[in-house]
């Protein structure tokens, strides 16, 4: 990744910063934790919109730091709490990630410097979006098995798998998984098939219980909820004005508030560790780029303007740095 050029403008609450350098040698040292109260913004860089690397913005110091080798590349996953490593299905016997859905029957956990994996729980039945708890402790993720669909509860040391839904699950997919900052409730995005189905919603369950409650009711595509640090509120995405767009709502689904509002796509928000403000991926033309915006709407900042695919930003209080190249 040597010559790799970042230009990456962070914006936080009273701070601007311009990452516009090239890649050099690292100063950091493994086990390095590198926080400052505005966080990191972890996200995903793709020429192609497939395999890629992560990358880490360091708004204090001013430096971009590559997570992923030199010459390795990563898929994307759900990130664990420490930034560096990630969950993703794959196949049990030699854990890599099928094409083929009916094929992942287990959970993978990503080192996203090396691009190493290990298997952390084999479910014997086809595995989606695999999501860990605040802590770390658990994982929530959605069964393809066609008679024991619906969210699965187990923990990162692999042992026994709970159901979040008793009996026959009214919602037929799963994804968009996103833990409570207390770790005491999720919120997914449910669909039905079918004539008499609906298009993507949002939906919210308590850890241990299995009735859903229903948080949007649209004719639009819900998607990619995200808790508020306080976890009163969630920013997702949504179509229903006829672009995708960005939505904040109270956590029981109340006073949804458009955000955003363009000829395009605007998706994957996440909330800064203070609560004031959201990063997101948009879609200009043919690629992707971040951006940021107060979570009582305004006027967008560009984060990056760059020929890769940058997709799902996550804005981490403490990301452990590896010793990797930085640009200073």
Not at 230 to 257: I, Y
Not at 284 to 291: G, Q, R
Request: glycine share 10%; charged share 20%.
């Amino acid at each position: 990744m040597a010559g790799l050029i970042i230009g990456l403008v962070v914006v936080t609450a009273g701070i601007v910063v311009t990452l516009d350098s090239p890649v050099q040698d690292s100063a950091l040292r493994e086990g390095t934790e590198v926080t400052v109260d505005s966080g990191r913004i972890v996200y995903f860089a793709s020429a192609d919109e497939g395999a890629g690397s992560y990358m880490v913005a360091d708004p204090r110091s001013r430096t971009s730091v590559p997570l992923t080798d030199v010459g390795a590349e990563v898929d994307r996953g759900a990130l664990e709490p420490d930034g560096r490593s990630a969950l993703v299905a794959c196949v049990p016997d030699g854990l890599e990630t099928s094409a083929d859905l009916a094929e992942n029957l287990g959970i993978c956990r990503l080192d996203l410097a090396s691009g190493l994996r290990t298997l952390v729980v084999d479910a014997g039945y086809p595995v989606q979006h695999p999501t860990p708890s605040p802590d770390g402790e658990s994982i929530v993720f959605a069964s393809g098995a066609e008679a024991d669909h619906g969210l699965k509860l187990t923990s990162t040391g692999g042992g026994e798998v709970h159901s979040l839904c008793n009996g026959f699950c009214p919602l037929y997919r799963f994804f968009d998984i996103a833990w409570s900052p207390d770790g005491t409730k999720v919120a997914f995005v449910g669909s039905t098939p079918g004539s008499g189905g609906h298009l993507p919603q949002i939906y919210v369950v308590t850890v241990g219980e299995s009735d859903y409650t229903r948080l949007t009711n649209t004719r639009g595509m819900e998607s990619a909820p995200d808790w508020s640090p306080d976890g009163t509120k969630l920013a997702f995405s949504s179509s229903r004005t006829g672009d995708t767009e960005l939505w904040v709502m109270n956590a029981d689904g109340s006073d949804q508030v458009q955000l955003t509002d363009r000829d395009d796509i605007d998706i994957d928000p996440s909330w800064s560790p203070d609560g004031t403000t959201l990063v997101y991926s948009r879609r200009i033309d043919a690629s992707w780029d971040l951006a940021t915006i107060a979570a009582t709407g305004g006027e967008p900042a560009v984060l990056s303007s760059r020929s890769a695919t940058e997709v799902q930003p996550r804005w981490l209080s403490t990301v452990k740095a590896p010793n990797n190249e930085v640009a200073n």
